[in-house]
Structures are given as structure tokens and as C-alpha cells.
């Protein structure tokens, strides 16, 4: 680093601190009072810095790395603060890698402190070492290998800035056994200074009444919202701008709660598995307002029945995602809410009967979300509803991924941001257990369930340990149907039913939560599912409902992938 | 997104870090642009490297390729170079066989496309020729009849004409 790129003012020298101290320091100037984590021989020298602050940071320590990553992920998404994952070098650090990835594809800011083997040992393949910074290159915002703990205080400070700014990403900061023990008397920077990073702050105001005017003049808009109005706050500015313009709304799994739910001018989530009359919308509107999104092929589908004759106006933070996909009319680069603010007084309300006639008469004829009748079995779908009803709609809901992740973003309503997590982007199974540890961290006091999928959680079901260990109330509802679901599902719609390695020969879940020191309830019909649901609810520590449900119930509605939004496959019954 | 696909030439200003040449050449593999050529050296400022990128495609993916070079922390600035009026020059080594009688003819060949003879051995000899990318390719089609026993090229280097430095231009927005 040269001069002209060091950072700006500082307080001259400070106290000796060990690397260790100054990392456990910019953790706490951060905020942040939990981190995630399992150590090792490489990080040893940075848990005996923890063991000094262990009155101020909060070490969780997850049973497994992908577990600490994915915890620390549900942290930053349910408080908008930076989660912080640490472990420690070569297998430490790449149990870390899915994890990171994830974080990558979902714009969520992690700082991961890996610890590496040290200096003098670097190159020479030494026990446990792993390039973990130059793997992690394509899956994460930054990275950086911290030679020296003078470097630490400025490294620490970027790593924090990177990871919120701009679109948020994961930093992953590798620091050598011996740098961690390093002595340094350089302060924390004032602020941060990096040359080739500038994120935008409010968008362009000629580009933004260039939008209004598009707007206004559309006769069939959709607000199409995405994560950007979490990421950025921006869910008063986006219920304003729809509310007064009268301009309705669906969203992306990410996007979901970012707008009431209920609202009338809410028609839900879009895409594959989004609501029929969400797709039919995108494909008749006439101005498509994409907000903090970046029209993933999920949620696009066939890209020339997207709007076909719609004007695209698109507010991102990140440029790369504007025009990426779609032809835009008006691209705006900029903060979601500091460019919400400045295009909110310019959008005039229209009455646009006809329009919203249309969307309100397709959500009239095309329900998507009724439960059909099931007398012998419990459908998953209830087993979400139920959470809904047992919670009054407000609960923290993480979903893992698969058929559990869809029907857990549509059988419930949600009305405020920051209340649906899922891993959309990299879909890892796994996901949901220790992202709901993390989300129950960051929120504590507020009931949290997690709904997942029996494939699911196996993969990361030695978090159960830390939940009983840590005593986390999470409430975990298995949707078991003895099947990796969505597998068996597209197996049975697109290879003809010739079913491979989508059953699931599971153990008794209940027992097994029981044996981790968790309650663990058994579910098998709709009468206990809503005492168990209520029980659960009510009860302040975690517990595990093992929930039978239907094995070959489908997700409706589905767009075939392939095809567009027009030809969405509806419930049959 | 349409477009032809031809030769953009990029040039971006990087932190001089160990490491940033595998970010941008990750980059490149992983979101499957097609490189011709590049050429990475000092530049005015101490710490940081000027990089010459030849990479093809349609206007709209070049331009999907620079706002993506611009998101990379240690990348300062990146500009577009192909429909601005810019120098654009290469070098080559190239090593010919040739007998002692056909020394003059090639050494004339040479001469023509201002390429200087740096080196002669028994039965070959070395010519370093620099220009733009075309000329080297038409002197090598020419001296092909030869024999090329051996050929190195370093990639373009480029710069805009006039007093706007490069480092000016960047991929935001």
C-alpha cells in the first residue's frame, strides 16, 4: 500500500496491542457482540485474544464451520450489522467456502478471520495450510492476507467498510498464527480511504426525473422489489412511493416483506415458484420498476416473455447489474433509499383502473395459495400456515432450501423487512438451522423458526448441539416427507418419474433432538400439528417438531424453466 | 443485448498488490470472457501498474466485462480505448531460419516493416519488429515461407492521443 492510498488522519502511535486485541477491537467499534466460530491450531493465539473479551464479544462456537458462516450470515441479514465468522487454517477455512459463497450471491456483509499458518511456514505445504485467499478470490468482495500487524488496524477497518458498502459482500481477512500474536503500536484509521472503491450514493437526478416521467406515463407499472430494500432500509420509501403512486408491487424472494404483504396493492413474489398472477403481471406490464434487484434467472424466466413491452427502469447500487440481463430505459446507479427519496416526490398518483382491475381479477381467478383438501396426511403448507396463525404473522422465518424454502415464502404473509431469510442465490441445503441460530442471536426475545426440509437439515444437524449448548430458542419444523422433495419433484415432471437418490431413509428426528438436549416432538396429524405449533411457540427454549407430512406433495404454481412467465403450471386440484 | 463481436482494447490503472493479476485474471475465466492479449508494467504513479486488456466481444459484453474489471477494490480505473482515437502498439520477437544466402532478402523484408535485426546465428537470426498488431501479423504472414522457429509477442499496449490521461476514465455508472 503506498502513501497516497494509506488512510486518512490518525491519532498517532497508541498502546502496544497484540493482532489478536486489535481484531477483537474493530470487532467491538463495529457493534458487533457475537461472532461464530470453531478454532484450531492457526487461530489458537486469536481465542486466547477472545478469552480476554469475553465479557464484550460473545464467541459461539458452532459444531461445524459452514455452520459458523451460515450463523454469522443470519446474524448480519436479521440486524444489518456485519456478521463475523472466524476459524481456523486450511480445513478450518474451507468449511468456510460454501458459506462464502453464499454471502457472495446474496449481497450479505460477513467478515471471515481465518487463521493461517505462519509466516516463515507459508508456501511450504505445511500441516493445515491452505491458500485460503486465493481460493476465496471469485467468492467473495475482497480479500487479504495480513502479513504484518501493523497493517492490521487499517485491514480491519476496510474489511468492515467493504462488507457494508456499497453492494455488501463477504471480506474474508487471513491472518498467519504468528501476526495474530504480532505486537502493534499503529491506531485504527479515522476512516477508510481505498482508491479504487467509491460506492455511489444518491442516483443520478436527470436519470432519476427521466424515471418519473417514464413512470408517470406508464399505464401498466410494476414495482418488481428485490433485496436492495433491506439492504438499504428502504421498505418506508418503497410503501410511500407505491402507496402514493398507486403503483402495485410484487417481489423477490429476497425482496419478500419488503412490502406489506397484505396490502391490496401487493401481489406477492414472483418467478419459478412465485404467485400466478405475480408472473402474469410481468408479463403484461408495461413499465417494469426494479428495485435492488438483478432479474435473476429465478425470478425472470424466460427473459423475452419478461416484459416484453415494458420499459425497464432500474435502481441498483451495483452498475455490473444494470443492463446485465434486460434492456433498461432508464438505468439509475445508486442507493436505494437516498434514490427512493428523490424520485418519491416527483411519481404522481394515477388511478390506473383498468391495470389493477386486471392484476386484482387474475389474483380473483388464479389463487395460487389455497391449500387443497387432504383428509389422511398433513400438507407442508399447513405446517407454515400454522406458524403464521400460531404467531400472529410476526415471527422471524428461515427457510432452507428446496420445496420447504417455497412454501415457507408463500403460505405466510409477511409484512415488515428482515423477517424472511433464505439462501436464494447459492441454495445451499443446510442453510436454514444455523442461519436461524444467527438470526435468533441477532434478534433475541423474538420468536424465530426455522422451517426446513429432512435432506436439509442433515447436512447441518449437528447445530442442534449448539442450539441445546448455547441455548438458543429456535423453533425448528422439519417438513419431512422422506424425500429430497424438490428433487423427487422435478423427477417426477421432467424424467418421467424414474426417481434416483431423492428418498431419504431418515432417523427418528424427534430422539435424535431429544439425544442433542433439544425437545423433540413428533407430528404426525393436523390435530397435533397446531397444539405442537402453539406448544412450541409458547415454550422459551428450542425445540425440534419432527412433522410428517404429505411424501409426494408438489410446489404450485411452477414456470417450467425454459419458459416464461405466460405458461405458469397451476395446482391441478 | 446484441451487438457484433470484435477487439476492444481496455486499459486499467491497478494497486500494484501481490495477488491482483490473479483477481483479474479470475475474473476473466470465471465470467468466460475471451482474452487476446495482456500486457501489465509500471506506470507513472509509484505503487500501482498500468494493464492493457485485448478482450472480444460485443459492445454490451465488454462493457458487462468492464464494469465488472471497475467492481474489483484494487482495479483504480478502466477505459475503453477501441473507438477513441489512441496509440496501439505491440512488440515481437520472432526467430527465422534462414540460410546464409537468404540473409539479405529477409533482412530487406525487415527493413520494410521496420522491424531491426537484434541477433544472428548460423543458420537463423532474430527479429524484433513493433508496431501495430496488424503489421506484426502481415510480416509474419510474409516471412512464414521461411520458417518461424520460435515467436513472442507482448501483447498490445495502448494509450489515448491527446493530454486526457487514462487514469481519468472509469467504468462507474
Known sequence: ?573 | MNGESRSHTLVAMVADHPGVLTRVASMFRRRGFNIASLAVGNCEEPGYSRMTIEVRGTDDEVKQFEKQLYKLVEVITVRDLTDVSAVQTETALVRVRVSAADRPVLADIAGIFHGEIVDVGRDSMIVQITGVSETIDRFLDVIAEYGIDELTRTGVVAMARGSKASRNGSARG
Open chain 1, 1 to 573: 500500500m503506498t502513501a497516497s492510498e494509506s488512510n486518512g488522519s490518525t491519532n498517532g502511535a497508541v498502546p502496544a496491542r497484540s493482532g489478536g486485541q486489535v481484531i477483537c477491537e474493530a470487532i467491538l467499534a463495529e457493534g458487533i457482540d457475537v461472532i461464530f466460530g470453531m478454532p484450531g491450531g492457526a487461530s489458537l493465539p486469536f481465542y486466547d485474544s477472545l478469552y480476554h473479551y469475553q465479557d464484550r464479544i460473545r464467541h459461539v462456537l458452532a459444531r461445524h464451520e459452514q455452520g459458523a458462516g451460515f450463523a454469522a450470515n443470519g446474524y448480519a441479514r436479521a440486524t444489518g450489522k456485519v456478521g463475523v465468522a472466524t476459524s481456523t487454517s486450511g480445513p478450518g477455512a474451507t468449511n468456510l467456502v460454501t458459506s462464502m459463497a453464499n454471502d457472495h450471491m446474496d449481497s450479505v456483509p460477513v467478515v471471515y478471520i481465518t487463521g493461517q499458518v505462519a509466516r516463515p511456514a507459508i508456501g511450504s505445504d505445511a500441516f493445515q495450510e491452505t491458500d485460503i485467499t486465493g481460493i476465496s478470490i471469485p467468492i467473495t468482495k475482497h480479500n487479504y492476507l495480513v502479513m504484518h500487524a501493523d497493517e492490521l488496524p487499517r485491514v480491519m477497518a476496510e474489511a468492515f467498510y467493504l462488507a457494508k458498502s456499497g453492494r455488501p459482500g463477504p471480506v474474508v481477512v487471513d491472518v498467519p498464527k504468528d501476526v495474530f500474536l504480532e505486537e502493534t503500536t499503529v491506531p485504527a484509521p479515522d476512516r477508510v480511504n481505498l482508491r479504487g472503491y467509491r460506492p455511489v450514493r444518491a442516483g443520478n437526478l436527470k436519470m432519476v426525473r427521466r424515471a418519473a416521467e417514464v413512470i408517470n406515463a406508464s399505464e401498466r407499472p410494476m414495482i418488481m422489489a428485490g433485496h436492495g430494500v433491506d439492504i438499504s432500509g428502504a421498505a418506508p420509501e418503497l410503501f410511500e412511493l407505491a402507496t402514493s403512486g398507486n403503483i402495485p408491487v410484487v417481489t423477490t424472494l429476497h425482496g419478500v416483506g419488503g412490502f406489506p404483504e397484505t396490502h391490496p396493492l401487493s401481489f406477492g413474489m414472483l418467478g419459478m415458484h412465485g404467485l400466478a398472477y405475480a408472473n402474469f403481471a410481468m408479463g403484461e406490464t408495461d413499465c417494469i420498476i426494479g428495485l435492488g434487484v438483478r432479474f435473476d434467472d429465478r425470478a425472470v424466466g424466460k427473459v423475452d416473455e419478461f416484459g416484453p413491452n415494458a420499459k425497464v427502469v432500474h435502481i441498483d447500487v451495483d452498475p455490473a447489474e444494470i443492463g446485465k440481463v434486460l434492456d433498461t430505459e432508464v438505468p439509475i446507479v445508486g442507493d436505494l433509499k437516498l434514490t427512493l427519496q428523490a424520485l418519491m416526490p416527483l411519481i404522481e398518483h394515477r388511478e390506473r383502473r383498468p391495470w389493477i382491475g386486471q392484476l386484482n381479477e387474475w389474483r380473483e381467478n388464479h389463487p395460487s395459495l389455497d391449500i387443497p383438501d387432504s383428509p389422511d396426511t398433513v400438507l407442508p403448507q399447513e405446517v407454515v400456515r400454522s406458524i403464521y396463525d400460531a404467531s400472529g404473522g410476526d415471527a422471524r422465518v428461515i427457510a432452507d432450501v428446496g420445496q420447504n424454502q417455497m412454501w415457507a415464502s408463500q403460505h405466510f404473509w409477511y409484512e415488515k423487512p428482515r423477517r424472511f431469510f433464505s439462501a436464494g442465490g447459492l441454495g445451499p441445503m443446510g442453510y436454514a438451522l444455523p442461519a436461524a441460530m444467527g438470526v435468533q442471536m441477532g434478534a433475541p426475545g423474538e420468536p424465530v423458526w426455522c422451517v426446513t426440509g429432512d435432506g436439509g437439515l442433515l447436512i447441518n444437524i449437528q447445530e442442534f448441539n449448539t442450539l441445546a449448548a448455547e441455548k438458543i430458542p429456535v423453533k425448528v419444523a422439519i417438513l419431512n416427507n422422506a424425500h429430497l422433495g424438490m428433487i423427487r419433484q422435478w423427477q417426477q415432471f421432467f424424467y418421467e418419474g424414474r426417481y434416483m437418490g431423492a428418498f431419504l431413509d431418515n432417523p427418528d428426528f424427534a430422539k435424535v433432538a431429544e439425544a442433542f438436549g433439544l425437545r423433540g416432538v413428533s407430528v404426525s396429524s393436523r390435530d397435533e400439528l397446531h397444539t405442537a405449533i402453539a406448544d412450541a411457540h409458547a415454550y422459551d427454549g428450542p425445540v425440534v417438531l419432527d412433522v410428517h407430512v404429505d411424501r409426494v406433495e408438489n410446489v404450485y404454481p411452477m414456470i417450467v424453466p425454459g419458459t416464461g412467465v405466460r405458461s405458469v403450471i397451476e395446482d391441478p386440484r
